[in-house]
């Protein structure tokens, strides 16, 4: 089993920037892949991002790529989720979530952390 527990959501104006956490314990050595997904009222979960624990070797959703940035701290088994350039349809539920494949779908990751509500405002 692995636990994520997600914090740093908030409300931020249109430009501003937010940083979330996702903390992971349990047998995260089985988990090399660790995503960022969001949903939106009414819409499909979507992904955001993803960084792998051994390499670091990032990928991003067109749609934040080049204002999102994810990161890993391997001694504090955390990732983390830098977001610039916020804009109000960045709004919605964000989650951290945890797999063994390096993949985007959701569908393929096995633990999910509880989410976090990021709004901006315009």
């Known amino acids: 089993q692995v636990q994520l527990v997600e914090s740093g959501g908030g409300l931020v104006q249109a430009g501003g920037s937010l940083t979330l956490s996702c903390a992971a314990s349990?047998?995260?050595?089985?988990?090399?892949?660790m995503g960022w997904f969001r949903q939106a009222p009414g819409k499909e979960r979507e992904f955001v991002a993803r960084?792998?624990?051994?390499?670091?070797?990032?990928y991003y959703a067109d749609s934040v790529k080049g204002r999102f940035t994810t990161s890993r701290d391997n001694a504090k088994n955390t990732v983390y989720l830098r977001m610039n350039s916020l804009k109000p349809e960045d709004t919605a539920v964000y989650y951290c979530?945890?797999?063994?494949?390096?993949?985007?779908?959701?569908?393929?990751?096995?633990?999910w952390g509880q989410g976090t509500q990021v709004t901006v405002s315009s």
């Open positions: 979530a945890a797999g063994s494949k390096l993949t985007i779908k959701p569908e393929d990751y096995e633990y």
């Open positions: 349990g047998r995260t050595f089985r988990s090399n892949s």
């Open positions: 960084i792998s624990w051994s390499s670091g070797i990032t």
